[in-house]
């Protein structure tokens, strides 16, 4: 064994060995130093006899082609070598004839395109005519002569390349895998759940939340609860988005049976306004609700004919008998017997009557923005909120 440095190159360690008995030789060569950065390709025209002298290491993870003869050696099918190019060659040409007796025998047409092919090898370390010589090494640890050294070798490319995963895997390296950035959870498709406790028995219940993108509108998110002790079922909606810049008005001619199913969306901030029944719903009452146009009446109906202050002792006379005539009239809106207005103004903007004639204009509905007076912004909290510069703006107060 001898560590040695090869000039312009790095230490490498070589190992020789010899039989007295049948005389057989070897030589080898091992990188004494790391696997490089960067794998290297050295191209190298062979132009002359002085060529095929120059020295050259080449290490087991290299591979040695000859592109005039379509030839090549594979990584890991040789030991690492110290020799020449013309020791390439011949340590080539032994390979191949290696096992040609056993061809010949076996395969005959394969053993004679091998013995043409060897002619062809032995003609190259003649240097009738120019050839190229590349060896590719992932592991940049290969080297050929430069006899001009340190001046540039005209008949000499040497180029340095980042390895392919699959070289890393080749050399047993970890290949470096990226960073991958973690995924922001889609709650699109995804429904949340929550512990909480039903409103009616106080048992534990699951809560279900999900985010829906409601089309021509918004996101909005649903909270649905079952409770399965009592039976007890609530949903509820909040707005998934701000508060926009102008509050809305929509307003819908209920002509016929079909708009019952229109899907509507009621938030929090929403009153209700029916003016043939002299009906209206404050902000807040009935909470944010993701539902029907029938479903919505079917609630209002609910909350007013079942209001313990409107039933028994506390009622004032004739009190039953209005509300069931509110019942009888919200029934007739329902099946269509009788034509009305339906409007919610949601000073936030966050609410939404599904147009059936989308995108193209309802002629039955008509959605009206206009700016907030000073006392609804004061109703949603807004005149005392400052989104720009309120870090200057509290500074003095500290």
């Known amino acids: 064994l001898l560590l040695t440095k090869i000039p312009f190159f790095r ?5 020789s060995f010899s039989c007295e008995h049948c005389n057989w030789t070897n030589t080898e060569i091992q990188s004494a130093g790391r696997i490089q950065d960067q794998g290297v390709r050295y191209t190298l025209t062979v132009r002359g006899q002085e060529d095929m002298n120059r020295e050259v290491v080449k290490t087991d993870s290299a591979t040695t082609r000859i592109p005039e003869l379509d030839f090549e050696i594979p990584a890991f099918s040789q030991k690492g070598a110290l020799t020449t190019v013309e020791g390439l060659i011949t340590r080539a040409i032994s390979g191949l004839e290696q096992d040609q007796p056993t061809r010949r025998a076996s395969e005959e047409t394969l053993a004679e395109r091998i013995d043409e ?5 032995k003609a190259l370390k003649q240097v009738a005519s120019p050839f190229t010589l590349i060896i590719d090494d992932p592991s940049g640890n290969s080297f050929v002569e430069n006899p001009f050294a340190p001046q540039r070798d005209d008949a000499l490319v ?3 390349y980042n390895r ?21 959870d889609d ?3 995804e429904v949340l759940q929550f512990s909480t406790n039903c409103p009616e028995c106080s048992a534990p219940a699951q809560t279900n939340m999900k985010l829906v993108q409601i089309p021509h509108f918004k996101e909005v998110i649903i909270m649905a609860t079952n409770c399965e002790n009592c039976g007890h079922r609530t949903n509820e909606v909040k707005s998934g988005g701000a508060v926009e810049p102008l509050g809305t008005r929509i307003t819908l001619h209920v002509t016929d049976p079909s708009d019952m199913t229109r899907d509507l969306l009621k938030s929090e901030t929403c009153s209700v306004e029916i003016p043939e029944l002299e009906f209206e719903l404050g902000m807040a009452v009935l909470g944010g609700k993701f539902t029907t146009l029938e479903g919505l009446l079917k609630d209002i109906r609910e909350l007013v004919t079942k209001n313990p202050f409107t039933l028994g002792d506390s009622s004032s006379p004739g009190q039953a008998q209005k509300l069931q005539e509110f019942s009888e009239k919200l029934d007739q809106i329902t099946q269509g017997h009788m034509k009305a207005h339906f409007i ?5 903007g ?13 002629p039955e509905m008509k959605v009206e923005h206009y700016k907030r007076t000073f006392d609804q912004n004061e109703d949603l909290g807004l005149n005392d909120m400052k ?5 200057t703006g509290l500074a003095p107060q500290r």
């Open 11 to 15: 230490e490498i360690i070589v190992s």
């Open 344 to 348: 919610m103004d949601d000073p936030a």
């Open 350 to 362: 966050n609410s939404y009557l599904q147009n059936v004639y989308a995108p193209e204009d309802d």
């Open 158 to 160: 040497i180029t340095h």
């Open 387 to 391: 989104t720009e510069g309120y870090e």
């Open 117 to 121: 092919f060897i002619v062809n090898l």
């Open 187 to 189: 709650l699109r498709n």
């Open 164 to 184: 392919t995963s699959k070289q890393e895997e080749m050399l047993g390296l970890q290949a470096e895998v990226p960073e991958e950035k973690p995924e922001e």
